[in-house]
């Protein structure tokens, strides 16, 4: 088991740092908005994965949070893959070869 030495350990390229020192070269990141924005606002994810079902749920906990932009012709925009899982669309979104970042 990893033991975080203290808070700051959590800053995402920080942890990925340590476990590529513990021989870890990849890793996968599973969590909710809060986790996954957290990497990608550190620009620390390679490839993110996002899952589409079609369910309406109303007002909720947002899904992803980074500081993007508002105007859609500057948005991020990176290569991706579509597969279907059931009902479900994943997509699977390529941020290492995006021209800019988030």
Sequence with gaps: ????????AFAP???LAALADRGLGRVLIEGG???????????ALDRL????????????VP???FPGTPVMRDAL???LRRALLGEDTLFELDLRTAASGP
């Design 77 to 79: 925009r990176p290569p």
């Design 13 to 15: 390229r920080r942890l």
């Design 33 to 43: 908005g809060v986790t996954v924005s957290r990497f990608l606002r550190a620009r």
């Design 49 to 60: 994965y996002v899952t589409v079902a079609p369910v309406l749920l109303g007002d909720g």
């Design 63 to 65: 899904g992803l949070r």
């Design 1 to 8: 088991m990893l033991a975080l030495p203290d808070a700051a």
